[in-house]
């Protein structure tokens, strides 16, 4: 299976803290993407960051890409109460997108 | 800002009824997906469908499971016969591109809860 699964399961953390979260997946990718998902609502995308991409940058958000260890990190600046949610990675195979377990972060004010 | 919409957002059904979820996606969109969440578990994908037809389906998507754009607006997911563990969150996405090397970000609805009892 081509799924991401995201480590650490649950993270909290203090507002202004830095989160960071990682993804491992198993088979090559064309690209890999975040979500995010506030408790009970859609998934919303965040960042895509592309198999010959090693790093991006979105606002507070930084996405770290090693295909050859086929992991990624999502690190979030000076977290806020609002990030709270948990965030997920996608990987795909032409039309099937796969997601993990997600990582469930809790920002305490 | 356009957005994917899906109805209902709760349904409770009896084990064994038939289930159709609906779904608008974004106008634009060519490709169309379902997913279903397991209470705040991972989130498991069905199926994918492009050009009024399956492109890719999950194991999980079986005879159980059909999936129609009758109308050129309108995405639905049907259940045949529901069974205790079919409960989950069901969402729907959509996408201007497939996945691939131009592969495009995918916009999802909140959700339609079903709980079969």
């Known amino acids: 299976s081509q799924q991401g699964e995201e480590d650490p399961q649950a993270l909290s953390i203090q507002e202004g803290e830095n989160a960071t979260m990682n993804c491992s997946y198993k088979?090559?990718?064309?690209?890999l993407q975040w979500y995010r998902q506030n408790s009970g609502r859609g998934l919303v995308h965040l960042i895509l960051?592309?198999?010959?991409?090693r790093e991006k940058h979105s606002g507070r958000l930084r996405v770290t890409l090693d295909t050859s260890k086929k992991s990624s990190s999502l690190l979030i600046t000076a977290s806020r109460a609002a990030d709270t949610a948990s965030y997920f990675c996608a990987t795909d195979n032409f039309n099937k997108f796969y997601f993990g377990s997600g990582t469930k972060l809790n920002v305490k004010p | 800002e356009p957005e994917v919409t899906q109805t209902p957002s709760h349904q409770v059904t009896q084990m064994g009824q038939e289930v159709i979820l609906r779904c608008v996606p974004i106008s634009n969109h060519l490709y169309f997906y379902w997913y279903r969440q397991i209470l705040g578990q991972k989130v498991e994908f069905l199926v994918s469908f492009y050009n009024n037809e399956i492109s890719e389906k999950s194991e999980i998507f079986d005879d159980q499971f059909s999936v129609e754009r009758p109308d050129g607006s309108n995405f639905t997911l049907k259940i045949r016969s529901t069974k205790l563990e079919d409960s989950a969150m069901y969402f729907c996405?959509?996408?201007?591109?497939?996945?691939?090397?131009?592969?495009?970000?995918?916009?999802f609805g909140e959700g339609s809860r079903l709980t079969v009892l």
């Open positions: 996405a959509s996408s201007a591109m497939g996945g691939g090397l131009n592969t495009g970000e995918l916009f």
């Open positions: 088979t090559s990718i064309n690209n």
């Open positions: 960051i592309r198999s010959n991409e």
